[in-house]
């Protein structure tokens, strides 16, 4: 049954199999195969691997369960403070790794049941476009036509060219290592990078972060880099900037990593999270006529199209915003306007992000350096306090809150948190944002106490100046192993 306000399927091209073709099964492939059907549209999805893509198989989905496993070890630390006494805790890898797995593949199991349900015809197949209309999927080497194909195809790691990078893993990898590392190297400053040293160093492992810009979270407020990269000192992760490694070699029991400086690292697994590129090669993009970008990236318009106009790309295929609620928005746009009648467009501005470190951070809004490119005159507000909770727990670990006010409008134009809960707090706090509150109606907020987040709130007094970075703290090396005490 087709909907009268939707794709009107009696117009449908005979010489077509299908109305929309979407190669790949993540987030905004399905987000969109699952509304065009619902707007009459006869619908085919093909996935090579497992639907839900990156982010739901190996990706934020697992990588926060992995993070919640981490911080376990705080809260048995912390516990003591509050008059809990508790015996040793040990961890065990191989039941935290079981338990994801059948978590992510109930999840796959409702990603294809969505889809099903919707009408949509499910492949489990990897398909390739021969041209702009016809794709063959493998194995079997069905050929397939559809009057509209769409791209979600996703992005991969990449790794650099160094000696012995073949000794290296990926995040993809670290999901599924049979065992945890009691050591580990971790190559990169973005927020991969640094959510799995974190997790790492909270299952236990000895970690040292290795990047070779002056400051990791490049692109992050200022405040928030300085902060997080100072708890993480406090902790023991031992974080090395303005270094590189120049080789990998296996030993008997052990890699080793050379830095650039002669120095060497030694550790049980070496693992990069250097960046990730649009997953287009192989693919039949060239074959079809799609116009790609220096890193492989599909170029497309405000309306998803691409170069050939049957031909439309979402999510981190298009390298635009790499963020899974992203690519759904834009899916869900596509398929509005091309099969719902009801054109849209996907807003980018005063998009939350966070990263899921320890403490974490959530982010909307502009970072400082940028705030004061555009607006002459900036206010800013900032709360650095030590949570309630440690006053009791002891942990010297500190939260930070920070507001950027255009001082023309007063209206808040970006919003930091680091601390415990940091993205739930964002969130809500992206809601005012994009409604255009100001620093007034932030203040007529009744705060609720006693909470971290009615610092929000209660600031009043101006940053005069930028506060500078902290001297990182010592490392604290943890005991190698995985047990962990209260």
């Not at 040292?208 to 992050?220: A, D, E, H, Q, S």
Request: glycine fraction near 10%; proline fraction near 4%; charge should be neutral.
């Amino acid at each position: 049954m087709h909907r009268a306000n939707g794709f009107d399927g009696r117009r449908r091209m005979s010489e077509f199999d299908f109305d929309l073709f979407v190669i790949g099964g993540g987030s905004g492939g399905v987000r969109a195969a699952r509304v065009a059907a619902g707007h009459g549209a006869k619908v085919a999805i093909a996935e090579e691997y497992r639907f839900g893509g990156t982010c739901v198989i190996r990706g934020c989905v697992p990588k926060k369960l992995f993070v919640y496993a981490s911080r376990f070890s705080d809260e048995f630390e912390d516990a003591e403070g509050f008059g809990w006494s508790l015996k040793p805790a040990r961890f065990d890898w191989a039941t935290l790794v079981a338990n994801k797995d059948k978590e992510i593949t109930r999840l796959e199991g409702l990603y294809r049941l969505g889809l099903e349900k919707a009408g949509v015809t499910v492949m489990a197949a990897r398909a390739e476009l021969i041209d702009r209309h016809t794709v063959i999927t493998q194995p079997g080497g069905r050929k397939v036509t559809a009057r509209t194909i769409l791209i979600a195809v996703g992005g991969r790691p990449v790794l650099p060219e160094v000696h012995g990078i073949g000794h290296a893993i990926t995040s993809n990898e670290a999901f599924h290592l049979d065992e945890l590392p009691s050591s580990i190297v971790i190559v990169g400053g973005g927020y991969i990078a640094v959510e799995f040293a974190g997790i790492f160093h909270g299952l236990g492992a000895e970690t040292t972060l290795v990047y070779r810009g002056p400051k990791i979270l490049r692109g992050f407020d200022e405040d928030l880099r300085d902060g997080v990269m100072l708890e993480m000192f406090k902790r023991g992760i031992d974080v090395r900037c303005n270094a590189e490694i120049a080789a990998i070699e296996k030993g008997w029991s052990q890699y080793s990593a050379t830095l650039k400086d002669g120095s060497v690292l030694e550790a049980d697994r070496v693992m990069y999270a250097t960046g990730r590129v649009p997953n287009t090669a192989g693919i039949g993009l060239e074959a079809a006529g799609v116009k790609m970008g220096e890193n492989g990236e599909i170029q497309v318009d405000e309306q998803s199209r691409s170069s050939v106009d049957n031909i439309y790309a979402v999510g981190d295929v298009t390298d635009r915003v790499n963020l899974t609620p992203v690519a759904i928005r834009e899916g869900h746009a596509f398929a509005d306007t091309v099969f719902g009648k009801k054109p849209a467009t996907v807003d980018y501005d005063l998009i939350p992000t966070a990263v899921f470190a320890t403490p974490e951070i959530g982010t909307v809004g502009l970072p400082e350096h940028e705030a004061r490119e555009q607006y002459p005159k900036l206010d800013v507000y900032k709360a650095n306090f030590r949570p309630l909770k440690h006053t009791l727990s002891g942990r010297d670990e500190r939260m930070l809150m920070k507001l950027l006010v255009d001082g023309g409008t007063d209206r808040v134009v970006g919003c930091h948190v680091m601390g415990a809960d940091a993205a739930e707090i964002v969130q809500m706090a992206a809601i005012a944002m994009r409604m255009g509150a100001t620093k007034a109606d932030f203040d007529a907020t009744m705060a609720l106490h006693p909470s971290a987040s009615e610092e929000l709130v209660t600031m009043r007094e101006k940053s005069k100046a930028p506060v500078k970075a902290a001297a990182p703290a010592k490392p604290r090396r943890r005991k190698r192993g995985h047990d962990e005490t209260a």
